[in-house]
DNA sequence: AATCCTGGCAACCGCATGACT
DNA sequence: TAGTCATGCGGTTGCCAGGAT
């Protein structure tokens, strides 16, 4: 299958932005919503691609993008969702109100990758903790190796026995797209997309972004669920697909839609939380969590 | 004070996939 | 059915600030 190119490449900035190129996008896209990215530079006088523009968006400007440190709730929550999602960031963002991918992906590759890392080292070595040069040039050639991977080696196959090595294990269900037979015009995307779930402690739906579902699409098939820790359970809520918090950021979190046929899951979708927290507790069984969140992505 | 080294993060790249023609 | 478009995702790179030497 042919494969245009995503932009000509020549006469077109790249790098940082400037506040100029901000200010254009921004409002460009306050003006005609988004999507449409690879036309959207021309009409908003960008000498952008429409990538770099919509990542731009994505991962910066967009408002309701929560800034500052990741907190330890949601730094909990990361490591329990990678430990069943695996690298799939946009999942796991999902779960994180005002997280992007990236910012969960940079997170976790200079912060979490490492402490557990350090931690694998403690508990399974009894070493003891290196020195801080040490800890230093260790982080220094994975990222070189990093680097030696991509040349001529893209998708390296290398790559995963470096990271089995370095880090502890991943599950890695292969991604899967939902699409609805629905369609909502793309300005639409933007309300019912933000802030998805309550305080990340409070765990969240299943990501409907990167589910390529709307919000206001319910098929069946699609739900939410909690993700948290099984002992907290009391203070949240099992989503099943509408009954979440919606107060995170002061966003209106919920596009309730005209018909509703999630309720009629909701047998199906207790006995599938049920089934998620009894994994939960017998944290040993990868296998079973494994085909369960493959069970959930499908 | 100068230089080197490291970590963090924004941005880019290539690929996958569904929609459209 | 095949080609193209549009978009999203995950991996990787490059820059820069700040700490170490």
Request: with cysteine; hydrophobic share 30%; charged share 30%.
């Amino acid at each position: 299958m042919g494969r245009a190119p995503c932009c000509a490449k020549v006469g077109l900035h790249r790098g940082p932005w400037t506040p100029r190129e901000d200010s254009l996008l921004v409002n460009y896209i306050q003006a005609h919503g988004e999507g449409h990215w690879r036309s959207l530079p021309k009409k908003a006088g960008l000498l952008r691609c429409g990538k770099s523009c919509r990542l731009r968006w994505m991962n910066y400007l967009r408002p309701d993008i929560k800034r500052g440190n990741i907190t330890p709730d949601e730094d909990d929550l990361i490591i329990r969702l990678h430990s069943l999602l695996g690298n799939r960031w946009s999942l796991i963002a999902g779960r994180l109100p005002g997280r992007t991918d990236n910012e969960i992906k940079n997170y976790w590759n200079t912060h979490l990758s490492k402490r557990l890392l350090r931690s694998q080292d403690t508990h399974l070595t009894h070493r003891s903790p290196g020195s801080n040069k040490r800890r230093k040039a260790t982080a220094k050639s994975a990222k070189e190796s990093a680097k030696k991977l991509k040349h001529g080696n893209k998708k390296s196959p290398g790559k995963a026995s470096v990271e089995a090595m370095e880090r502890p294990k991943v599950h890695l269900p292969k991604a899967i797209r939902v699409t609805t037979s629905f369609s909502l015009p793309r300005n639409d995307s933007f309300d019912c997309n933000t802030a998805v779930s309550g305080s990340s402690s409070q765990g969240g739906l299943l990501d409907r972004e990167a589910a390529h579902v709307p919000w206001s699409d319910e098929p069946a098939g699609v739900f939410g669920f909690f993700v948290g820790d099984p002992q907290d359970c009391g203070q949240h809520q099992f989503s099943n697909g509408r009954n979440y918090d919606n107060t995170a950021n002061g966003h209106r979190t919920d596009c309730p839609s005209e018909d509703e046929p999630a309720k009629d899951q909701n047998g199906t979708l207790d006995k599938l939380y049920e089934e998620y927290l009894q994994l939960l507790r017998a944290e040993d069984d990868h296998v079973q969590l494994d085909s369960f969140a493959e069970s959930l992505l499908m």
